[in-house]
């Protein structure tokens, strides 16, 4: 199908314009006379199919997609094919998704299965969605498996919303810091410092101190500046690595009140897709298999591995999950009891549901607990910085009296 823009006008004489989509221009031309109107001007819409390749931030590009989920399964719910779903949708406006679903509707019209053109499509629909919509294809139950989808990266969006929201603010109050702290140790201080070195009184320590810091900032910042920007290559490189992303993974969950926050984040998010997976139909060892390729948290895939190994050796999965790092004692019990009395997807669940509600509680707990602790870190700092420029004054005061 291709997407044709026209000018036309009603039979008021009203200029109309927009867009359309249609098989040939003669049956967009057709429908256009059956809505009554005159066509001034007709031509079809190219678009440059390296825009497919284009997608925007990874969380505004699962809103999208979960959005299209939605109203693709309301259509389909509907009786109307996926064909004509895709011809609806694509009218809408989409953004950068337009092109991606004009790409898509082209394949299913060409006769391949739903999931195999989102497949070719992987910046905008991962594994996860296109098994899932696949598994809803040969189930004859595309419309729930769409809905399901769509509630599922709802709520992931979410909760990675409040884990950016808990540690947005933090992270604003020490940049902001730290910019304080530089104008003053560049600007502000070596002037102070000067006049009271003019003096010829000699300074106390905290002031000589000051001063130290002030010349280096002032006198290498050129040095101190490549040093930065060395480091934050280097730790860049580090992250790239596969064994550097694992450790720092690791350490990152052993970090006071973010640790903690970012386990319950983890087992929410696995907890929520592996019961997605499940609930479709997927065999569990697939679904760790996807599960471990979507995750991002190095550690995270290095237990879904293992887990993976032992339910294909036949083992019982309950001594790795005694060696997890991620899931806690009550977890991996639920897990594990889950696993043996067929009811994994139902404890998968509520697993998911509790956690989801720790993760909310961890973020009020973690914000009133970094928000202070940030200001009493600066208060210490600023005050330090007074202190040692006042000490002087004070001093030539006291002498002085």
């Known amino acids: 199908m291709a997407i044709y823009r026209y000018q036309a006008r009603d039979r008021s004489g009203t200029s109309l314009s927009g867009v359309l989509a249609a098989d040939t221009p003669a049956r967009a031309r057709e429908a256009l006379r059956r809505d009554g109107v005159t066509v001034m001007a007709f031509q079809p819409v190219r678009f440059d199919r390296r825009l497919l390749s284009r997608a925007p931030a990874r969380s505004r590009r699962q809103e999208r997609v979960a959005e299209l989920a939605r109203h693709l399964s309301v259509l389909l719910r509907a009786g109307v094919s996926v064909v004509e779903s895709l011809d609806v949708l694509i009218r809408q406006p989409q953004g950068r998704l337009a092109p991606v679903l004009r790409d898509i509707r082209e394949k299913v019209a060409g006769g391949a299965a739903l999931s195999e053109a989102l497949q070719t499509q992987p910046q905008w629909f991962d594994d996860v969605f296109c098994r899932a919509v696949r598994v809803g294809q040969l189930s004859g139950h595309l419309d729930r498996a769409l809905s399901e989808l769509s509630a ?19 992270a604003i109050l020490t940049v902001l810091a730290v910019g304080i702290v530089l104008f003053l140790m560049s600007y502000v201080i070596p002037q102070l410092l000067a006049v009271l070195e003019a003096s010829g009184r000699p300074l106390p320590t905290a002031t000589v101190f000051l001063k130290t810091i002030s010349d280096a900032i002032t006198g290498h910042w050129m040095l101190l ?9 280097g730790l860049a490189a580090f992250y790239r690595w596969t064994p550097g992303r694992r450790w720092l993974h690791r350490l990152q969950l052993g970090l006071p009140v973010v640790g903690g926050l970012i386990r319950k984040a983890v087992i929410a998010q696995f907890a929520q897709m592996m019961s997605l997976l499940l609930r479709s139909g997927i065999p569990f060892v ?22 993976e190994s032992a339910v294909r050796r036949g083992s019982d999965i309950a001594p790795t999950l005694a060696r997890s790092a991620i899931f806690p004692p009550l977890v991996a019990h639920l897990i594990h009891v889950g696993q043996h009395a ?30 202070p602790l940030l200001i009493v870190v600066m208060s210490a700092v600023v005050g330090f910085v007074v202190f040692a420029t006042m000490a002087p004054i004070l001093e030539a005061t006291r002498v002085i009296q």
């Open 152 to 170: 599922h990266l709802r709520e992931r969006t979410s909760l990675r919303h409040r884990l950016v929201s808990a540690l947005a603010y933090p």
């Open 225 to 233: 500046m490549a040093l930065t920007a060395t480091m934050v290559a």
């Open 286 to 307: 697939e679904a760790l298999q996807l599960v471990r390729a979507s995750s991002a948290h190095q550690v995270l895939r290095g237990e879904l591995e293992a887990m």
């Open 342 to 371: 067929g009811e994994l997807t139902e404890m998968l669940g509520q697993i998911k549901e509790g956690y989801e509600t720790e993760v909310r509680l961890a973020v009020s707990q973690a914000t009133a607990v970094l928000e």
